[in-house]
């Protein structure tokens, strides 16, 4: 009897914690995401064009909103919606990855799995926002994080590449680039030692720190105990430090 009471248990118990899911179409091709409020997105490379949602309830299915609005995908949480436990908020999109331009932010988070490749493209995170993709072959690609947030990139095939990094947020990326422009600030932390990338400007304050791979040319500045450290044998080097700021060679 007692077996029997503790099998009915994990049975109901499984079914309290059933998650309920609920399928939209998206009207229009995005050229662009934006996912916040807590909900765990992820691309899945697809010609459907659609976003499956899954949730506790139907309620809060109800107070997830999805649009599609001068060609950028949002999905967040409705404003002025109450959701006690958003840890299992989930968004599973199924569209082209090929984007030009990833926002996340208030503890949103995105993982894409296949290639992108494109030829611009502008990450923007804040507040806990997270990323993590795989690899990027784009001519422009721009990154900013800021406000705890992170990303992690596979490796990277792009001619311009810009970093700007704040307020204890990571970035780690991999891959090649020809001209880099790296700046951190407030305890951000930039790992960029498997990205080899020909010319770099780096510039580290207030605590940050930046690590990176530079084969022809280097211009750093760190400041205010702030980190720049370097690995390869560039011909050209400029370095400014000041306030207790370190430029370190890694090899």
Known sequence: MRKLLTIAFIGFASLSYAQ??????????????SVSTGIQAKIIKSNKNEVVLEAQNQNQLGKIET????GVLTIRVKRNSNIQNSKNLKATVYINPNLSSIELSSAGSLEITDAID?????????????????AIN?????????????VHTGAIKATTLAIEASSASVVEISGASK????????????????????????????????NIHVTESLSAEASSGARV??????????????????????N
């Open 67 to 70: 649009k599609v609005e001068s």
């Open 229 to 250: 450290s370097y690995t390869g044998q560039p011909k050209a080097t400029s370095f400014e430090k000041s306030s207790g700021g370190t430029i370190s060679n890694a």
């Open 118 to 134: 494109v030829r611009d493209l502008d990450i923007d995170l804040s507040s806990a926002g997270s990323l993590k993709t795989a």
């Open 179 to 210: 001209t880099t422009s790296i700046e951190a600030s407030s305890n951000a932390n930039i790992n960029a030692q498997k990205l080899s990338s020909n010319k770099v400007t780096a510039d580290a304050s207030s605590g940050a720190k930046i």
């Open 138 to 150: 784009a001519n422009a690609l721009s990154i900013e994080t800021s406000s705890a947030s992170k």
């Open 20 to 33: 309920q899911s609920e399928v939209r179409k998206i009207s229009s091709k995005p050229i662009g995401i």
